[in-house]
């Protein structure tokens, strides 16, 4: 597979993955932006629409620029 084919094979990977991590989110824009940016860099996002953050280290761990953890920010629009 071309690098082409395999960015548009993530882009479809996470789009539909953050679909499911954002369903309930109370800020649906918010959440799939910073679940898509955090998919792209990780290559996998959490199941369910909370929690089990231990299934990809990266993605909780992921930083903002300032420094804090850029995650809250989805499970935030979650609990809205």
């Known amino acids: 597979m071309d690098k082409i084919g395999?960015?548009?094979?993530?882009?479809?990977?996470?789009?539909?993955?953050?679909?499911?991590?954002?369903?309930?989110?109370?800020?649906?824009?918010?959440?799939?932006?910073?679940?898509?940016i955090c998919c792209r860099q990780c290559k996998c996002v959490p199941s369910g629409t909370f929690g089990n953050k231990h299934q990809c280290p990266c993605y909780r761990d992921k930083l903002s620029f300032q420094g804090q953890t850029q995650v809250p920010l989805i499970q935030f629009s979650f609990l809205n």
Request: with cysteine; proline share 0%.
């Open 6 to 36: 395999r960015i548009r094979g993530m882009e479809v990977y996470c789009r539909s993955r953050c679909r499911g991590r954002c369903a309930k989110a109370g800020f649906q824009d918010r959440c799939l932006k910073y679940c898509g």
